[in-house]
Nanobody, 122 residues
Framework: QVQLVESGGGLVQAGGSLRLSCTAS????????MAWFRQAPGKEREFVAAIGWSGSTYYRDFVKGRFTISKDNAKKTVWLQMHSVKPEDTAVYYC????????????????WGQGTQVTVSS
């Protein structure tokens, strides 16, 4: 069991930067893979980036070179550093956690934060 709380969303101009934070309430933070997803109005939720329990990172193609996911195990916090943001990055961003020992299936992320709104103006 893990509870997640996101913060850091807001309004930013195209080309600017923003850093999202996610704090986890769990005694076993390192037992989870962490990820960021986003959902724009009228669209399905989509994967953005993930960081495995051991620190390995994964990115969807459209954010490679612009976004960076990182974490601090001691602080039980994961960040998504966003650079060169585009209007199409506008969405509600969600932090998610998956038990590292679970099978790597599409629905493996079982724990979700409440989301934080990111709006990129042109």
């Amino acid at each position: 069991q893990v509870q997640l709380v996101e913060s850091g969303g807001g309004l930013v101009q195209a080309g600017g930067s923003l850093r999202l934070s996610c704090t986890a309430s769990t005694r076993t933070f390192t037992a989870y893979d962490m990820a960021w997803f986003r959902q724009a109005p009228g669209k399905e939720r989509e994967f953005v980036a993930a960081i495995g329990w051991s620190g390995s990172t994964y990115y969807r193609d459209f954010v490679k070179g612009r976004f960076t996911i990182s974490k601090d195990n001691a602080k039980k916090t994961v960040w998504l550093q966003m650079h060169s943001v585009k209007p199409e990055d506008t969405a509600v961003y969600y932090c998610a956690a998956a038990a590292a020992y679970e099978p790597k299936t599409p629905d493996r992320y079982k724990y979700w934060g409440q989301g934080t709104q990111v709006t990129v103006s042109s």
